[in-house]
């Protein structure tokens, strides 16, 4: 392994063209099943191995340990973990601190080939990877599949901001000098990741962080670490110096609470809940002793995401696109669907078609490549559950609204329907974060844009409306980050649509976007008189 005494060489790798999408793998082929099938096989035969934290590339083990299950078989162990705890905090923040002071004079070029290489890397194994998520989240194979690629999305389109943003030039050269803008690094930041999205949105932030000269003390949510894990293998085998990202499961009211509290932390991103990012928020406002800098937070935060479907809307595709964006991954999505704002005159026939095609989803090992999978633990399905009686009392069940017992014990819920739901209910207002879906009546599409607008998040949604009026009206008013017209309003994709969110949904930092490294740079202006 290199050290910061004997420099890393990083090959170079020009990226190959524009940037492009990760294609999605088609598992109707025979050959992508296959291989599928064979990743879960190969990757089950490394379940139950133990991982240490790294930090500053030293391999430590703790005592207390963190231990990742399988969602759909709670008693198989996915990974051993070791947890990190506040007397760990100071070690990875000055790990960092150490590396920072190399790394942040690496080329913008010696960094983009760092992610292009790790991005080559996780494409030659990217079954390998989709069987990781299903077994420690309960990804079914196309979920998994889209997850591993935004992945490779992420550090492509990195890469190619970060070589954009190093040629960056101010508007105007003044007469007689000669003016200069560059985007430096902020320093140390903390990483800290959902679950949801364990792969994806942890290496997307770690990524960007690092491509623009940052150092990370990396923090992954304690239900995924193993896919945190094995991302960090591949940035070591990448040719990462040790120190730049510092490996470090671990509870967040002590390790994660330590990091935040260090006067020598620079920025946190953050992944999550509206309470963890709002408390993340109010903790970095606090300046610590020794602290000479305001602490950056770049936030995304939950969601109670609407989809309308107007009177004049292609019926089938608004069903199709509601039960999707509701139901792909258990609901487990900040911008998934929770409400359908139905117009009056369509409402009940739409409510039928929702439930008959609500009742063709299978619930099942996502290994088994169900369309819905289990929810990511025991207290998740608790939560889901209690929702789902408050809802019976606010609504009337249309169909679902029970756990689904396995023989394995696997956290199972049927994709459940509540309609006739007042737009201020608490299954209206709340975020849920499971297969939970209420419909609401409005008696128009204003009345509906009203509805869609009444919660204190602005993530996702969406419109269902062949009436290019209304779909101007709704540009105009409806007020979220990520708006869909004629779609879903899951699956944003990297470049087309930078995702993130107004109000309570987070600071806006539209991941995916040509703005995004901006949040993890300072810009200094240099000029020089002629």
Known sequence: ?????????????????????????????????????????????????????IIGGERVRTSAKIESRNPARPAQIVGIHQKAGAEHA???????LKAFETWRGFSADERASLLLHAAELIRERK????????????????????????????????????????GATTPIQYPGERNELLYIPLGVGAVISPWNFPFAIMAGMTAAAIVTGNTVVMKPSSDSPTIAARFMEVLEEAGLPPGVVNFCPGSGASFGNAVLAHPKTRFIAFTGSKEVGLDINERAAKTQAGQIWIKRTILEMGGKD???????????????????????????????????????PIYDTFVERLRESVEKLTVGDPAENSNLGPVVSEGAMKTILDYIEIGKKEGRLLTGGKAVETPEKGYYIEPTVIVDVAPNARIAQEEIFGPVLAVIRARDFDHALEIANNTEFGLTGAVYSTDRAKLDHARREYHVGNLYFNRKCTGAMVGAHPFGGFNMSGTDSKAGG?????????????AEKL
């Open 1 to 53: 392994m290199a050290t910061l005494e004997q420099p890393t060489v990083i090959l170079p790798r020009a990226p190959q063209g524009a940037f492009r999408n990760e294609p999605f793998t088609d598992f109707s082929q025979h050959h992508n099943a296959h291989a599928m099938k064979e990743a879960l096989t190969r990757v089950g035969d490394q379940l139950g191995h133990e991982y240490p934290l």
């Open 90 to 96: 100071d070690q990875a923040v000055r790990a960092a």
């Open 127 to 166: 079954f390998d990877f989709c069987a990781w998520l299903t077994y420690e989240v309960g990804k079914n194979w196309a979920e998994a599949d889209a997850d591993v690629g935004e992945t490779i999305d992420f550090l492509e389109f990195y890469a190619r901001e970060a070589l954009r943003l190093a």
């Open 306 to 344: 609407s989809i309308i479907v107007s009177t004049d809307a292609d019926f089938d595709a608004a069903v199709a696109g509601v039960v999707a964006s509701a139901f792909g991954f258990s609901g487990q999505k900040c911008s998934a669907c929770s409400r359908a704002i139905v117009e009056e």
């Open 514 to 526: 040509p703005d995004y490294l901006y949040l993890f740079t300072q810009a200094k202006s240099v």
